[in-house]
Each structure stands twice: as C-alpha cells, then as structure tokens.
C-alpha cells in the first residue's frame, strides 16, 4: 500500500467485492485498493454497534496488538485504519487460502508431517507474541488464516491482553476487569484454558494451552474437550477429562499431554525465556530446522488459483455505499459458497463466529434485511418471513431414492421451505416442531428427522454440518425449553 502518510485512506480508495467474514460487530471484505490493484481484507465495524455494546476495549486492543506484531510474517498485518461517520476501517492482509478449520475439515485431519509444520509455525507465532507481551486468549483454527502460499497468518486479536499496558486500564463489563462475574471468559469454549475458565489472572499459558488443543484437533480431526453444551465441555475441561484415539503418535500424545496441563506454569514451555526453548527441543520437532522451516506443505485441493488476480466487475463503483453493502449482503445469501462478483477465485467459507447465532438478530437488523429481501425472487415464498439460509439441496426419496434439487428457504417464523428453482413454484415445506432433529451422515449428506417424516437431503457443495447447525439454531431458538 502506498505510504502517503499525508492522507487518510477514505473507501473510496478501495473496491469491495464480496464478504469473507462476519463476526458479532464486524464485517470482513475482501477488497481491492484502487490505485495498486492489490488485495486486501477490510474489517469494517458498526461504530453505534460499537458504543452500544461498550466494545471500544476490543477495538482498541486488536489494533494495539496487531500494530506490534507488525514485524513478523505470521500474523495479519494492519496496513492502515480510517474511519468515516458511521464505520470504523482496518485495511488488513487478505489471507488468500482462508481457514485452517476449513482445511481440516476438508482433509478430516493431517498428516504428521503437515501437524509438525504448522505447529511450529504456530509456535513461531507464540515466541514472537510473547516478545512483545501479547497474549492472543482467542487461538482457534478459525482465527489461523492461510496466504496464498499456504504460510499461517494468525488474526483475531479483539480478545487480547497487552501484559503491562492494558493492566491499569479497567473498563466496566471488560473482560479484564477484577470485577468480571464469575465463570464469564474470554475465548472459545473448547480452547479455553482452566484458569481462565476461573477467572484467574491470565498468562501466556493460556495460549499454551489452546496450542496443546489445536496440535490433538489437527492430528484427529475433533477438539479434545467435546460434549453437548458449553457447560460439559467446561467440566471436561476443568477435570482434564479427554482421550487419545488409538493409533495416535506416541511422541505427538508426549507433547500435547505436555501441554494439556492444568496448573499453567507446569505447561511445557511456560518457564522458558522469550523463545520456547523447551518446546522447539522436544522430540515431535525432531525434523523442524528452526532457522528455516522451509516451504509450506500443499495443502490445496489442486484446483485453487491463487496465482490469478481478483477482477473489478463491470460497473462496480469503489467505496462501500448503501447499494454496494446491500448488494455484497444479497451476493452472500445467495451465493455462500460461490461468490459471483469474483472471479478465479476458490470459494471461502463464511467465517463462523460460534458467539453468533443465525437468529441472534436485533430487530433493526431484522428489518435492514426485510427491506433488501423484497427484491430477492425468492420472497413470494416466504410469506414475509425472513430468510435466514438459503441453498440448492437435493431432496431424496427415501435413503435410495430419486434425488431432485430443490432451493431450501429457512426462514424465521419458523419455516423450511423448499422451492423448483426450474419451475420457481412451491414444492412443500419440512414442518417445524420441538421434537424436529437434525442428523449429518457426513459433509454433503443430512437428515431432517420429524414426528411423520424423514427427509434425506444432500448438500452438493458440502456443507451439510452448516444446514444441521441452523435448523437446529432455528429450533432452539423457538423451543428452547425441550432443546
Ligand atoms: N476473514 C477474516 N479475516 C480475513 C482475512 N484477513 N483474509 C481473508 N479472510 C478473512
């Protein structure tokens, strides 16, 4: 980006092609600087949304932090800021090959060799945190982001602590705050450490600990601390309560149950200097050379194109005004997966922000989305209803059955409908009750279990796992006593 430090950028210096990530009060874009054409992913944050949820604290420690770790290649780099009267900017890297969670999800797990690449990457990323006294208190495969050679950037930094700086500051409801309600945390729950699980004063541990979890989730493919709600995964937490798959590395299992500890300063790694010293010398390393960890490890599906460059489409306009946001947002809802305004590009899945549900709407929200949804050729279906999730599935009859590709509307209200995007005529809708369950056979194919009905569908783009978690949220969300 050209430094002219006499201007602040405004977004009409940026085109804005499509949405890669939307979090609880920030949007994520991928956008193109006008002048250099070059890439970059534009956080845009609500500032009312800002203030009234007294979220300034987050804000500023994410570009605290991310200024200091400027100087190192893994992290997300923050190449400017501005803000306008409503939004707030940070013009960041844009990591071409996206999340790690999704990469793990596609190959189900990795193998050792990809495990000790990236977890020294990672562990790179945690010495040089440290040196400059951050701790991340949010690692998760969705915050470890991909360049386009496949080298880790981390991201993420809202949940940050700056040892020594932030300490003197106290804001009410900040999670820093001495006087936090018991049991609130920072984090997610199936990486969050003990001690912070208990309030305690955090340390780098903490992050030593969620290093520990990732390594076990890249060589299973799961987390190590799985249960049915947040509650169980904290008890399992807390009483040390998981296990190793047979088969699993022996030296692999040394080190994540080196790190899988309870008391932090008993983590290996903890009581080392700047450099985790104690860490690089274990034995699952054996192969690293920690002066060159060499080239990444392909962990592409051999279609992706990321040696192309993103094209402006025709009559796109820079800067991010009502029409472009509304229609970035309808691009999204019909296009989750293939966005249309990009070409030569492999799909990135939608960021999710597991503290955000489908139905987490407030009702302003609610009816922004209303006002764009009347629009949509699909809004004579929904009898007003707002759309939640849409997508092409193919509905069988019976598990051999004949299949037909029919678009699912679920939408508030609540209803699941389905339409012959052929004929554009209402097929039926799958009724909606508490006892209605949702069942993934695997990442295209799901059931909808109902009191009279099994409906077998399939997800031709894979993302079965996403329909299953929003039905579901649908479902909790108007019958939350049975559920
Ligand atoms: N999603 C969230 N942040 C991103 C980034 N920096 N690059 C690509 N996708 C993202």
New binding site residues.
Partial sequence: MPQNEDRKKVPKDFYFLKI??EGSFST?Y?ALEAESKKEY?I?VLKKRQIIRENKMEYVNREKKSLLKLGGSKYF?HLYATFQDSEHLYFV?????N??LLNHLIRHKSFCLEWVEFYAAELLLALEYMKSKHIIHRDLKPENI?FDRNWHI?V??FGSSKIIGEDDTVQQPNDSNNCRRRKNSFVGTAQYVSPEVLHGEKPSYSADLWAFGCIIYQMIVGQTPFRAGSEYLIFQKITNLDYEFPEGFDETARDLVEKLIVIVPENRLGANDSTSYSSIREHSFFKNTNWDDLGPAPALSDGCDKDKDNFVIPNGLEPGLSDEILAQLHLNMLSFPSEPEVVMHEPP?RK?SEPKRRLTDLTQEEIEERLKLQKDDEYSSFVDGNLILKRGILEKKKGTFGFARKRMFLLTFGPHLYYVDPSTMTLKGEVPFSEDMKTEAKNFKVFYVHTPNRIYYLEDPTGYALEWCKAIDEVVTHYFPKKN
């Fill in positions: 890669v990530g994520v991928l992913a956080k997300v960041l890297s844009y990591a071409r996206g999340e982001l950037l991201t993420d990135v960021k």
